[in-house]
């Protein structure tokens, strides 16, 4: 099934009504992702070494929030355009190892995408639809496949 532009105007137009506010949004996005998995906060290095400091206070954890909405804005543009999601090759291959060497697995892309489509349902209510929901899910979904692609390959 073809991604289309309706979904692809969702996806653009509900980040550009929460950009302007990025800096709670992406914590709230990782607030959510160690409510659903704890566990999760220990593949941070940044977090990792931080002890007991407030999880605000890691200017680091709005890079990796940012970049997975900018990415997935990306994504819903390249399969609009090629039905396909082409992220830059070298970026590909620098995320797969990335991930492998963080420790993260297949489960924590579906606890990432949870968090995500939380997020984007709390900071933009009154735009929040199923089209929304599954225009997010399939430009997230063909991201992380992607992703964990060239993980295995790096693995
Ligand atoms: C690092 C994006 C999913 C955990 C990164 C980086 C980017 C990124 C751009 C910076 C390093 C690099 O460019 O290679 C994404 C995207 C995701 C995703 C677009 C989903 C589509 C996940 C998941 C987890 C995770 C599911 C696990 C909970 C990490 C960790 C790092 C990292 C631990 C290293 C952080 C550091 O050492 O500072 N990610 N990520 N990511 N990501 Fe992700």
Redesign the pocket.
């Known amino acids: 099934m073809g991604f289309s532009e309706a979904q692809e105007e969702l996806v653009l137009r509900s980040w550009k009504a929460m950009k302007k506010d990025t800096e709670s949004i992406a914590l709230k996005f990782f607030f959510r992702?160690f409510e659903i998995a704890p566990g999760?906060k220990q593949?941070?290095?940044?977090l990792r070494d931080a002890g007991d400091a407030p999880l605000e206070s890691h200017p680091?954890l709005k890079t990796?929030a940012v970049?997975?909405f900018v990415?997935?804005c990306e994504s819903a543009t390249q399969l609009r355009n090629t039905g396909d999601v082409k992220v830059r090759e070298a970026a590909l291959k620098?995320?797969g190892a990335?991930?492998v060497k963080?420790g993260?697995e297949d489960a924590?892309?579906e606890?990432?995408k949870t968090a995500l489509l939380d997020t984007i349902r709390d900071a933009v209510p009154d735009m929040w639809t199923p089209e929304m929901k599954a225009a997010w899910e399939e430009a997230?979904d063909q991201?992380?496949a992607a992703?964990k692609e060239e993980m295995k390959k790096a693995a």
Request: no cysteine; hydrophobic share 65%.
């Open positions: 992702i999760a593949m941070f290095p940044f680091k990796h970049s997975v990415m997935a620098r995320l990335s991930h963080a993260v924590h892309f606890v990432v997230y991201l992380a992703i």
